[in-house]
């Protein structure tokens, strides 16, 4: 559960096996939204069962955890998450989007996705422990299971929305963070994996 | 491996299961896994007046997981937890994955997943709530027939978790006990079960593993019989529509059991082992003739018998029994583990409970064969409705 | 009351223990024999004497006793012998009028096992007068006149009265061994009998 950090933006304990956590997207791939569409521009996509990793001990002072979610686009075009902020009191570090890949040595390693997380048009994303979701750096102070975190997540249409996340312990979501993996691994979109 | 090569054999491995044949196409595989059954997909709702688990008939699988608030554990981190719990247990009773779920396949097929929620009387202590207490709740007397281990008695916190599917079952314990281990620590865990979904009627009642039909005499759901003799009233405001339960875990000694002859084993009891007439009577549900005698003069229904002397005429010492059986396994000199969650419910332990648990301290042939060996109380909140949390009453 | 029990509970595991190996060899207790014995005719009858082949466990015995019309003959509570075995229940009322008799016994053994029967036996050439049922309005009266009636208050209680006896009154019930009050009486019988025994196992 604690996260050692052995060396800045390195979680320890990348022990699991991530193939298997990413089929989760199979069932929990959340429905096609049917709101009727608005003019896109001021669409603001919506999200269902948000949360954070709960941090109940920071290491050295610090920490850093990760934020999941279902969020979905009811409009026309793609929209993507660019990011967010946090409450200062928390963290004053942006929070990236990231992704988990394969590297080349065939471990599941997490990096940035620079270019953001697409929500497709009409459709949701789901970010989840071993793919998508927006990272927490430079935690000021614990996060406490039960905790409610509130960020402001901001999307590619310059829209943003406040959104409240109930810390909650999960025993994964360690993946080593690699800013070297190779970006051309296919990552864990769980929007395009429902075998079902 | 690449992740899809791990994908087409996963597939592939499962489509074997799933079909049997050895052949299968994931797509397929995926679709025979998450096909329903009426048992598998059955639900019972978790909001309501009441928690569920309680009126609900019986489930074939029970779990009781006793837990203890740990020691810096405040009103706000109590009432956190019992909000997070009430989630985890609302979308498991869908058949949803819990949030977060790493396992979210296993919560597909609730088969009738409850979870139900009890304070211990230390929960109340520990959280400076004492004056919430509700009426004729507290710890039983020490009764001289227990022999009470600690592994199995008392703890701050019960959840009851039933369901038709172990599986199920399972996967929801490890979801909840998460949960709670951030604020508790787990003290014991019981496990028991009753007859499998489709193998007898749903309203036939249960045999123990003495071979007894136990439950006989119990309130159909959904009567005023039963609301009077589970539902707390508003004494304290937080606790109507809640129940007190008693959960005894009570050590069967099939070994000596089985020395009995039939006629033996009915009379320790007073009913037919074939279908739990009472010895003065035919059908299960005949009424019992107390007066009756026999050629020798004596009482048909003995003195000893478990039934006289639990049975009662006053309404006001009636309750819900809803035990499981349980069955370690055999142990290493060959005898059995076996034996009863016993687990009675009830809007007042001290006036409905206390009286009838007497009698069978002070004389029951029973008693011969049976051990209490665990002992714990429990205040059970009423339900809650979406939004809200078991609990809310005494924690917001 | 309580300690009494207690104490009781650890009588009988005591029994257990001192003639536990008699009752692992047979699975269950059995009457061997009784006074009156079953069939016979006697004069003189002031207590039912029941010997079982294992020790009973006193909580559970229940001994009761009619006449041939069906009424109840009030028994006092039981006594023991050291070893559990001997069963000695004394009639209320002294000697019993002549005239058929069955007594009923339902006893457990230390294992638990019930066991119950009768035994039929006749009295000829007593003296003592017989059991006349009084009428209806007389049964009020004496009832309420005689003070407490011994009863497990599921037994159907008979007042009777002698003939040529005027107020002397019988009050005749069915079950024994109700009365609390006579498990102090078993309690000392039985803390003789074990302390018995152990001398005897140490001689």
């Known amino acids: 559960m604690t996260m050692t950090i052995i060396a ?31 003019a896109d521009a001021a669409v603001v996509p919506t999200f269902t069962d948000v949360w954070v990793k709960a941090a109940p001990e920071l290491m050295g002072g610090t920490g850093m955890t990760a934020l999941f979610g279902v969020f979905e686009n009811p409009s026309h075009d793609d929209i993507t998450i660019l990011g967010g902020t946090a409450d200062a009191a928390l963290t004053t570090t942006k929070l990236d989007t990231h992704e988990v890949v394969q590297n080349d040595a065939g471990e599941m390693v997490m990096q940035e996705k620079k270019d953001g997380i697409v929500i497709p048009a009409h ?37 943003s929305a406040t959104v409240d996340a109930v810390a909650r312990d999960i025993a994964n979501a360690n993946e080593t963070y690699d800013p070297k993996a190779d970006t051309g691994a296919t990552p864990a979109p769980s929007s395009t994996m429902n075998m079902g | 491996m690449t992740r899809r090569g791990f994908l087409l054999s996963a597939g592939t491995t499962t489509g074997a299961f799933a079909l049997g044949a050895g052949v299968g196409v994931a797509a397929n595989a995926a679709v025979a896994l998450r096909a329903d059954t009426a048992v598998g997909a059955a639900t019972v709702n978790f909001y309501g007046a009441h928690q569920a688990g309680i009126e609900t008939p019986f489930q074939a699988h029970g779990v009781f997981l006793g837990f203890d608030l740990k020691r810096d554990t405040t009103h706000v981190m109590a009432r956190r937890m019992m909000e997070l719990l009430t989630d985890d247990a609302a979308r498991l009773a869908q058949g949803d994955p819990a949030l977060p ?19 211990g009387p230390g929960f109340f202590t520990k959280l400076g709530l004492s004056s919430q207490i509700p009426a004729g709740f507290a710890d039983l007397p020490a009764y001289r027939i227990d022999k009470l281990v600690p592994e199995y008695s008392g703890s701050d916190l019960v959840i009851s978790i039933g369901s038709d599917d172990p599986l199920t079952l399972a996967h929801a314990v490890r979801q909840l006990t998460r949960t709670a281990r951030s604020f508790s620590s787990i003290r014991w865990s019981q496990k028991g079960f009753v007859r499998s979904q489709g193998v007898a009627p749903a309203t036939q009642t249960n045999r123990n593993l003495f071979g007894q039909v136990d439950g006989t005499i119990n309130p159909a759901p959904g009567t005023e019989a039963f609301a009077g003799q589970v539902w707390a009233e508003g004494s304290p405001s937080w606790f109507a529509g809640g129940t007190q339960l008693v959960l005894r875990r009570i050590a069967m000694n099939l070994d000596t059991w089985d020395k009995l002859d039939e006629g033996g084993k009915e009379i320790s009891v007073g009913r037919k082992l074939s279908n739990g007439a009472p010895l003065t009577g035919v059908h299960e549900f005949d009424a019992a003739d107390m007066e009756a005698k026999n050629s020798a003069g004596l009482s048909v229904i003995p003195d000893f018998a478990h039934m006289r002397r639990a049975r009662t005429d006053n309404p006001k010492e009636k309750f819900l029994r809803r035990p499981l059986n349980y069955d370690d396994g055999i142990l290493l000199d060959g005898t059995s583990n076996s034996g009863l969650l016993f687990a009675a419910y009830m809007a007042n332990i001290q006036t409905q409970y206390l009286p009838v648990q007497q009698r069978l301290v002070d004389l029951d042939l029973l008693n011969t064969w049976t051990t209490p060996i665990g002992s714990a109380v429990y205040a059970l909140p009423p339900g809650c409705l979406p939004g809200g949390f078991i609990g809310e009453g005494l924690l917001s | 009351m309580h300690k009494t029990l207690v104490t009781l509970g650890a009588l009988i595991a005591g029994l257990t223990l001192a003639f536990g190996s008699a009752s692992a060899a047979t699975a269950h207790s059995e009457l061997e024999g009784s006074v009156p014995a079953q069939g016979s005719t006697v004069s003189t009858v002031t ?40 069963m000695t229940i004394p009639i209320t009322s002294g000697a019993l009028p ?53 009863t497990d208050g599921t037994t159907e209680t008979v007042t009777l009265t002698r003939a040529n006896d005027g107020p002397n009154v019988l009050v005749v019930v069915g079950t024994i061994f109700a009365a609390l009050v006579a498990l102090g009486l078993v309690t000392v019988v039985l803390l003789v009998a074990i302390r018995r025994n152990r001398a005897k196992a140490t001689e």
């Open chain 1, 8 to 38: 800045k933006r390195t979680l320890a304990f990348a022990t699991l096996t991530m193939a298997a956590l990413a089929l989760a997207g199979c069932t929990s791939a959340a429905a096609v939204s049917t709101h009727t569409p608005e």
């Open chain 1, 123 to 159: 459709g949701s994303v789901t970010l989840k422990p071993g793919s998508y979701h927006i990272m927490f750096w430079d935690l000021k102070k614990p996060i406490a299971v039960g905790d409610t975190i509130t960020i402001t997540v901001n999307f590619s249409n310059g829209t």
């Open chain 2, 101 to 119: 779920d790493n396992d979210p396949y296993l919560a597909e097929k609730p088969a009738r997943l409850t979870a139900t929620f009890g304070f």
């Open chain 3, 47 to 86: 207590e039912l004497v029941l010997t079982f082949g294992e020790a009973v466990v006193p909580d559970y015995s229940t001994v009761v006793l009619a006449n041939s019309a069906g009424i109840s003959v009030e028994l006092g509570a039981p006594t023991y012998d050291t070893t559990a075995t001997v």
């Open chain 3, 98 to 150: 002549n005239g058929d008799y069955i007594a009923g016994f339902r006893i457990v053994s230390v294992d638990g096992h019930p066991i119950s029967g009768e035994i039929d036996y006749t009295v000829a050439g007593s003296d003592v007068p017989a059991f006349v049922v009084p009428t209806p309005s007389d049964s009020a009266t004496e009832a309420a006149t005689q003070g407490p009636v011994v």
